[in-house]
T-cell receptor, first 113, second 114 residues
Framework: DAKTTQPNSMESNEEEPVHLPCNHSTISGTDYIHWYRQLPSQGPEYVIHGLTSNVNNRMASLAIAEDRKSSTLILHRATLRDAAVYYCILRDPNRGSQGNLIFGKGTKLSVKP | NAGVTQTPKFQVLKTGQSMTLQCAQDMNHEYMSWYRQDPGMGLRLIHYSVGAGITDQGEVPNGYNVSRSTTEDFPLRLLSAAPSQTSVYFC?????????????FGAGSRLTVL
């Protein structure tokens, strides 16, 4: 299974942009890049996903490198509520039973007022 | 729209006791799964189901049983609880189909085995 590498932790100031990196050098052509986050004492929640092109939604943007070996989750203006563990995950929807999401340890984002 | 509902939220068991963690979703999702999360760790997949009557093992299935008699429910059974099963358990569900399946998670069930 393709794996991802993320920094263990990052810090940000409130209302500043945050760039969370993820390396996935062994990604296959059909792997989607997913991002989930987990707020303290809550279940993970979906943030964004993409395949090849950059993606935007109301929560964040996902910038995918041209060779797809890395990606960056961008929070445009961090708030205190964005303090969470962010997981970068690869998933191939065509792998059927093997296409389950595999969570690593993620990046713990701290946001300072 | 309740999403994914897990009960109970907290449970304390003694070693050797059995119990069932309940998971229900009202989104007509075909795919459901159970994860466990230990302190400072990511989530590990226990069992999953791609539809009613179909279940399969994940990464850490030992000590747990599941069944899927309806689309809505996916209970997780601990047959003989052990201290190593002390963890937070999350249930998740999603549609199946072409493209990336987005998981919706429950709020979690915190289990302590003494």
């Amino acid at each position: 299974d393709a794996k991802t590498t993320q920094p263990n932790s990052m810090e940000s100031n409130e209302e500043e942009p945050v760039h969370l990196p993820c390396n996935h050098s062994t990604i296959s052509g059909t792997d989607y890049i997913h991002w989930y986050r987990q707020l303290p004492s809550q279940g993970p929640e979906y943030v964004i996903h993409g395949l090849t092109s950059n993606v935007n939604n109301r929560m964040a943007s996902l910038a995918i490198a041209e060779d797809r070996k890395s990606s960056t989750l961008i929070l445009h203006r961090a708030t205190l509520r964005d303090a969470a563990v962010y997981y970068c995950i690869l998933r191939d929807p065509n792998r059927g039973s093997q296409g389950n999401l595999i969570f690593g340890k993620g990046t713990k984002l701290s946001v300072k007022p | 729209n309740a999403g994914v509902t897990q009960t109970p939220k907290f449970q304390v068991l003694k070693t050797g006791q059995s119990m069932t963690l309940q998971c229900a979703q009202d989104m007509n999702h075909e795919y459901m799964s159970w994860y466990r999360q230990d302190p400072g760790m990511g989530l590990r997949l226990i069992h999953y189901s791609v539809g009613a009557g179909i279940t399969d093992q994940g990464e850490v299935p030992n000590g747990y049983n599941v069944s899927r008699s309806t689309t809505e429910d996916f209970p997780l059974r601990l047959l003989s609880a052990a201290p190593s099963q002390t963890s937070v358990y999350f249930c998740a569900s999603s549609y199946r189909g072409f493209g990336a399946n987005v998981l919706t998670f429950g709020a979690g069930s915190r289990l302590t085995v003494l």
